[in-house]
């Protein structure tokens, strides 16, 4: 069983910066994929970023490339979501998942034919214009 505890969310004006963190509850992330989604007020949950089980590679959703970072800390055990330039329709509650089968392209780009099996508890970021 994994467990995953998110943090960092908060109030931001638009343009600010967050760093999101993603704790999980195991002695290694080897062999999980772990990613960020997000999900507004009406809207459907959407990928945002991903870092693969298998080579660590790093993806992202064309709305957030080249503004968000996903990183990670294997000694902490935890997945950053560095968030820069951030807008107002950026807001919404932040989730992180894991899984070790789904592919972190087809997470960012909400073609999963399933939905991860392991989930934190959310974080909202709320963004002002």
């Known amino acids: 069983q994994l467990q995953l505890v998110e943090s960092g969310g908060g109030l931001v004006q638009s343009g600010g910066s967050l760093r999101l963190s993603c704790v999980v509850s195991?002695?290694?992330?080897?062999?999980?994929?772990i990613a960020w989604f997000r999900q507004a007020p009406g809207k459907e949950r959407e990928g945002v970023s991903c870092?693969?089980?298998?080579?660590?590679?790093?993806f992202y959703a064309d709305p957030v490339d080249g503004r968000f970072l996903i990183s990670r800390d294997t000694y902490k055990n935890t997945v950053y979501l560095q968030m820069n330039r951030l807008k107002p329709e950026d807001a919404g509650i932040y989730y992180c998942?894991?899984?070790?089968?789904?592919?972190?392209?087809?997470?960012?780009?909400?073609?999963?034919?399933?939905?991860?099996?392991?989930w934190g508890q959310g974080t909202q970021v709320t963004v002002s214009s």
């Open positions: 870092i693969s089980q298998n080579d660590g590679g790093r």
């Open positions: 998942a894991a899984d070790e089968w789904l592919a972190c392209q087809a997470t960012v780009k909400n073609q999963l034919h399933r939905p991860p099996r392991y």
């Open positions: 195991r002695s290694s992330m080897d062999g999980y994929m």
